[in-house]
């Protein structure tokens, strides 16, 4: 997701060969990060992300290279990974997002950050990610977001990036009568997983667009609001919509008070 803030790290670029190098204490924050979620991802994650993670067969030892998951995923839903610097714009994501590209910043969190960083690393992009990827439903949601976004007017993106925020990112899905994480956003944060499936705190709420199109989201805390879809067909009933239409509604009625004001308050 493009996020517009200042960053203290550096894109890493690929060789002619399209690989990128990084060093041994690079691939070890990898390997204590998968070693992190090795477990909440199987006690707390949906049944889809596992089934992608199992697809993609990520190595636990050492950052893979975009170039090889790009293959996985070409054989798949026909994406692709594209290494990107630390921070785009709306425009480059959405442009990346229509052409079956996804980016991923190529840099890895500092130990100081293994909890949370707020720039996406390569870690959140490869381990979140990917896996949904291999998903069709998800796939396909995420190329047609792009295709909207494509052709959306610059004061509609950040509301368009709320409808990706609260499914892709952190969205729930209902298995077996219970919300259950599928979002990447949840799968690769150490901190906010537990916290989604199982923590009294958060709201949970069914998908509603214009509730959702006017929820005001923050990076740096966990989120005070999870929304549930269904199922993963619900996915494709959204993208079908007119969802600039669905925008400029939300537009005229104007943002709801985020979440945590209110628990503040009370």
């Known amino acids: 997701m493009p996020r517009y803030t200042s960053t203290k790290y550096s894109a890493k670029v690929p060789d002619s060969q399209g690989l990128i190098s990084y060093d041994d204490e690079e691939h070890n924050i990898w390997k204590d990060l998968f070693a992190e979620q090795k477990h909440p991802v199987e006690q707390h994650m949906s049944q889809i992300y596992k089934l992608g993670l199992d697809i993609v067969n990520l190595p636990e030892n050492h950052i893979p290279q975009c170039k090889h998951i790009s293959n996985i995923l070409l054989e798949t839903t026909g994406w692709v990974v594209e290494p990107v610097p630390a921070l785009i714009g709306f425009k480059q994501f959405f442009?990346?997002?229509?052409?079956?590209?996804?980016?991923?910043?190529?840099?890895?969190?500092?130990?100081a950050d293994f909890g949370y960083v707020k720039e996406p690393d390569i870690f959140h992009e490869i381990f979140g990610h990917t896996p949904l990827l291999t998903i069709q439903q998800i796939a396909d949601f995420s190329q047609k977001i792009g295709l909207i976004g494509q052709n959306a007017q610059s004061k509609d993106h950040s509301w368009l990036a709320r409808l990706y925020w609260f499914t892709v990112e952190f969205g729930l899905i209902?298995?077996?009568?219970?919300?259950?994480p599928y979002g990447s956003g949840l799968a690769s944060s150490?901190?906010?997983l537990e916290y989604a499936a199982t923590s009294n705190i958060p709201y949970r709420a069914p998908f509603d667009m214009q509730t959702v199109l006017r929820t005001p989201y923050r990076i740096d805390i966990k989120q005070p609001l999870?929304?549930?879809?269904?199922?993963?067909?619900?996915?494709?009933e959204i993208s079908s919509s007119d969802l600039i239409n669905e925008i400029h509604k939300a537009?005229?009625?104007?943002?709801?008070?985020?979440?945590?004001?209110?628990?503040?308050a009370s």
Do not use: W
């Not at 079956?100 to 500092?110: D, G, L, N, V, Y």
């Not at 549930?228 to 619900?234: A, F, N, Y």
């Open 226 to 236: 999870y929304f549930v879809l269904e199922s993963l067909d619900q996915l494709a």
């Open 190 to 192: 150490p901190t906010e």
């Open 251 to 264: 537009q005229k009625l104007g943002l709801n008070k985020p979440l945590h004001a209110i628990a503040k």
């Open 95 to 111: 442009n990346m997002l229509a052409n079956r590209k996804f980016p991923a910043a190529s840099f890895i969190r500092t130990r």
């Open 174 to 180: 209902k298995e077996n009568n219970a919300c259950i």
